[in-house]
């Protein structure tokens, strides 16, 4: 058996952030803004392409307050006085974000083309989706059924959603 893992071994571990999905009357901007409050006091590698993208606004980012990291699902911090989390769709129903069915399908939907997503929640509501995209290896099909062909037993592990790493 060999088990190996998604980000990096069979992707190409560059992601871009593709899309800033606004919800709940929250502009893009917005949601962008804030988000980069949060991934300021982040080394993570989609945080850095938050932080790439909205070095590009004509103004900065607000100051987080009472930053914690949830290692492997998110970032709770204040903005304004008002809770602001980024992550995974798991440390969102967490913090008892209330996603409705058509965020969750859209989501979903999102995930399923290999998507990875993060959730953005204000003030105990979700504000955006942020998809990222991260390309497969050219040789990653090829290595795999080599390893197959050898009798292994092949694994793929991530963080990522059951979707995304399907």
């Given at each position: 058996m060999i088990?190996?893992d998604?980000?990096?071994?069979?992707?190409?571990?560059?992601f871009?952030l593709?899309?800033?999905i606004?919800?709940?009357?929250?502009?893009?901007k917005?949601a962008?803004?804030?988000?980069a409050?949060?991934?300021?006091?982040?080394d993570?590698?989609?945080a850095k392409?938050i932080l790439?993208?909205?070095a590009s606004l004509p103004?900065g980012w607000e100051?987080?307050?009472?930053?914690?990291?949830?290692?492997?699902l998110?970032?709770?911090?204040?903005?304004?006085?008002?809770?602001?989390?980024?992550?995974s769709?798991?440390?969102?129903d967490?913090?008892?974000?209330?996603i409705r069915?058509e965020?969750?399908?859209?989501a979903?939907?999102l995930?399923?083309?290999?998507l990875?997503?993060v959730?953005f929640?204000s003030d105990g509501?979700?504000?955006?989706?942020f998809p990222?995209g991260d390309?497969?290896?050219?040789?990653?099909?090829?290595t795999?059924?080599?390893?197959?062909?050898?009798g292994l037993?092949?694994?793929?592990?991530s963080?990522?959603?059951?979707e995304?790493?399907?």
């Amino acid at each position: 058996m060999i088990v190996l893992d998604k980000t990096g071994t069979v992707t190409e571990g560059c992601f871009s952030l593709l899309e800033i999905i606004s919800l709940d009357g929250m502009s893009e901007k917005e949601a962008l803004v804030q988000a980069a409050a949060v991934e300021a006091h982040s080394d993570h590698f989609l945080a850095k392409e938050i932080l790439r993208r909205a070095a590009s606004l004509p103004r900065g980012w607000e100051k987080a307050t009472h930053v914690e990291s949830f290692e492997g699902l998110g970032v709770r911090v204040m903005v304004r006085g008002k809770e602001v989390l980024l992550g995974s769709r798991r440390f969102i129903d967490c913090r008892r974000v209330g996603i409705r069915d058509e965020i969750a399908r859209r989501a979903e939907a999102l995930e399923s083309k290999g998507l990875t997503v993060v959730f953005f929640a204000s003030d105990g509501r979700p504000r955006a989706l942020f998809p990222f995209g991260d390309l497969l290896k050219e040789t990653a099909r090829e290595t795999v059924a080599a390893l197959q062909s050898r009798g292994l037993e092949t694994w793929l592990v991530s963080g990522d959603s059951q979707e995304t790493t399907r």
